[in-house]
């Protein structure tokens, strides 16, 4: 890699890039992947330190949200302790010269009614405060109110976070927050000190700029690219005095006719550090937010393609792109361990975690009072992690039977062999109520009565309602005289069609509900209202409606996004599709079904249904391709299966082969007494091979 002062520089993670494990040697243009062994998460993570201090990178997971600091050296990371989390915070981190620790410090806004609503945090990496966040000393005096607001806006939506040099953090403040030109540039934070303090600006509006050490002195990049008249010159201004404020302006690079596309166009150019030797002579890095890093020589004034990669798909194509490399020195500086990461790792705390996985859910939660630390372990999103993936070893199906319970239990889970088994009339009795049970979505089920819907948890008991507030404004339809349509599908509860999902931003469940106040199949007419509510908060919003009204199936839940079928019966379109809702970004949209499913044949009763994978990011429609039989409730269905998650223009496949017995159970409408169906339940259930039971229940 690039030589300076006989240390080793080499690009790190790109930042929306998985942790994942790297090779065994990377040569000169390779951007290396960091191995973290198995605590850090699989969702994205941010490199929030725009060059790590002494080999440490201070990471930032927003899906959980919590913090790691790693050294990509030595592969070793650690996980910070909980923190308050809000909207708009940053962070950064460096090393107190004094007592020679590693500090993280955030700056974040808090409650907007508080006198003192600026929050400033420290957290020592192997400090004697232990594992949590302190006040800094001096907390964020009232002078310095306007500049702090205006860095943590400035960091948040322009993603420029603090820079860490000789001691401080380093914010840039955006002049265009401030109704009058603001005398400073910087917010400086010391380590030490823990206190505030400003920087002059220099002698231009400190717009469009970012910092940057180059040779040990701290310096401010000016973008002067101007796409209409392809003119494309960076200036980087050196600080000559901290007290004075003192700019000179030490390098102006104008690359106008070199490589025009690669650095006119991407959004962001950056300017990341400085690589070279004295024989050589020292070369200024430059990325792009294209993925593309180069290296530019002030003596020849030439630009050198040191490495570029492509496009990767994430979830965040709609963030202000960003620069995904830095430059780090190979480091042996330690991460320091939380205290509760190193009480987890001694030889009793693996034997109690081995013998707390084997145990079941309710068991494992009799046993929080035993101690404090078991109580830690229990608790702590490691175990809740490993006690999953632990029950989840086994993947065959479970087919249960869930009805409506009696005594402690609201719900009753019984597996399909041992109801079939009981002649008792209890056995019928467990199914003379209706209910719909979800697939599970992280350990919760949601049970659907006609009135109420429950959040379950069948493990340990918990249950929660949630209280249907559109069914009590809005009651079930009547038919129109002497219009019949097969209305008895089992799967539905009343004028509503509710799903469960799980939001990765607020790391919340949450219940989607869609309520019919009118269907009527001869006009085509209907009319429905959408609703939302988070389960944790309690938060309750409405919806705009749907593209196209759906049909009386449940939604499929698959990595944040809820899947319905649309109903042909109603509205314009008498062609089948995917009505899709983005839980995340509260967005609906259409999908468009195959050719062979997307049309509607109106003798057909039997109706095309959506399946989700667990275990893939996969959506698989089945379809009928003949008439139910009328014996065995036999169907010959085909499974057309998209392979990623399905987008507006996703390819869809026969992928699997027909299912030549696809059993049907017998209408668990509320209209029809299931004492009398028993028979008929088993009948059709026995009919089917085991084998064929492919989804989970």
């Not at 994942?20 to 191995?35: L, M, N, Q, T, W």
């Not at 030490?250 to 024989?279: M, N, Y």
């Not at 409408?669 to 064929?692: E, I």
Request: aromatic share 10%; proline share 7%; charged share 20%.
């Amino acid at each position: 890699m690039m030589q300076q002062d006989s240390k080793r520089k080499r690009s790190v993670l790109p930042e929306t890039a998985t942790l994942a494990p790297g090779s065994k040697r990377r040569r000169r243009k390779s951007v290396p992947s960091c191995h973290a062994a198995a605590m850090l998460p699989d969702e994205l993570l941010t490199e929030v330190t725009p060059a790590p201090c002494h080999g440490l990178a201070l990471l930032y997971d927003g899906i959980a949200p919590a913090y790691y600091v790693m050294n990509a050296t030595t592969r070793a990371v650690t996980r910070l302790p909980p923190f308050q989390d809000v909207a708009f915070a940053t962070a950064g981190l460096g090393c107190d010269a004094r007592t020679k620790k590693y500090k993280v410090m955030r700056l974040f806004e808090g409650n907007l009614l508080e006198k003192e609503f600026l929050k400033c945090e420290i957290y020592t990496l192997g400090g004697d405060e232990g594992d949590h966040w302190r006040p800094a000393a001096g907390g964020v005096p009232f002078r310095f109110y306007s500049f702090a607001r205006s860095a943590i806006s400035n960091a948040v939506m322009n993603k420029l976070q603090p820079l860490f040099f000789n001691g401080y953090l380093h914010w840039l403040i955006n002049p265009l927050h401030h109704v009058k030109l603001p005398r400073a540039s910087i917010l400086s934070f010391s380590l030490t000190d823990e206190t505030f303090r400003w920087i002059r600006s220099p002698p231009f509006v400190a717009s469009g700029v970012h910092l940057v050490e180059l040779d040990g002195n701290l310096c401010m990049v000016r973008d002067l690219r101007d796409r209409s008249t392809a003119v494309c010159k960076l200036e980087i201004w050196k600080l000559k005095d901290y007290n004075s404020g003192n700019w000179s302006l030490d390098h102006r690079i104008d690359l106008t006719g070199q490589l025009p596309r690669d650095l006119l166009e991407p959004q962001i150019v950056k300017v990341i550090g400085s690589a070279g030797s004295c024989r050589s002579g020292t070369k200024i890095i430059i990325a792009t937010s294209k993925h593309k890093v180069c290296s530019y020589d002030p003596v020849s004034r030439t630009l050198e393609t040191i490495t570029s990669i492509s496009e990767t798909c994430t979830s965040y194509q709609n963030e202000k792109s960003d620069i995904r490399f830095s430059l780090f020195k190979e480091c042996l500086t330690p991460v320091h361990k939380t205290r509760e990461e190193i009480a987890f790792a001694t030889p009793l705390s693996k034997a109690t975690k081995e013998i707390l996985l084997r145990l079941p859910a309710e068991s494992v939660l009799k046993f929080k009072p035993v101690c404090k630390q078991w109580l830690g372990l229990i608790k702590s999103e490691r175990f809740i992690r490993a006690y999953f993936a632990h029950k989840n070893m086994d993947k065959r199906p479970k087919i249960m039977l869930v009805g409506k319970g009696s005594g402690k239990s609201l719900f009753n889970f019984v597996p399909l062999n041992k109801w079939l088994q009981e002649a008792s009339n209890q056995g019928t009795l467990f199914l003379d109520t209706k209910v719909v049970c979800s697939k599970p979505c992280r350990g919760l089920n949601l049970m659907s009565f006609m009135e109420e819907d429950y959040l379950f948890n069948p493990c340990t008991g918990y249950h929660r309602v949630y209280w249907n507030r559109e069914w009590h404004q809005h009651q079930p339809w009547k038919m129109p005289t002497g219009y019949r349509e097969q209305e008895d599908n089992p799967f539905a509860v009343g004028n509503k069609n509710v799903g469960l999902g799980f939001s990765q931003v607020i790391q919340d469940h949450v219940v989607v509900g869609i309520f019919y106040d009118r269907k009527d199949y001869n006009s085509r007419e209907y009319s429905l209202t959408c609703s939302l509510w988070s389960c944790g908060s309690g938060y309750f919003e409405q919806l705009p409606q749907p593209p196209l009204p759906v049909n009386d199936m449940p939604p499929v839940s698959v990595d944040g996004v809820l899947y319905w079928m649309s109903e042909p019966r109603l509205g314009q379109s008498y062609e089948r599709a995917i009505v899709s809702f983005d839980i995340a970004a509260k967005i609906f949209e259409v999908i468009p079904c195959p050719s062979s499913i997307a049309m509607w044949d109106p003798p057909q009763k039997s109706l095309p249904c959506i399946c989700g994978g667990a275990s893939r990011k996969v959506v698989s429609l089945a379809t009928p391709k003949v008439q139910q039989q009328r014996t065995g409730g036999h169907l010959k269905c085909h499974i057309t299966r998209c392979e990623d998650v399905p987008r507006k223009f996703s390819p869809w496949k026969l992928s699997m082969a027909p299912c030549e017995n696809f059993a049907t159970p017998p209408s668990a409408s509320s209209g029809k007494n299931l004492l009398s169906s028993r028979h008929q339940y088993v009948k059709a259930l026995n009919s089917v091979s085991p084998k064929n039971y492919n989804c989970v229940a």
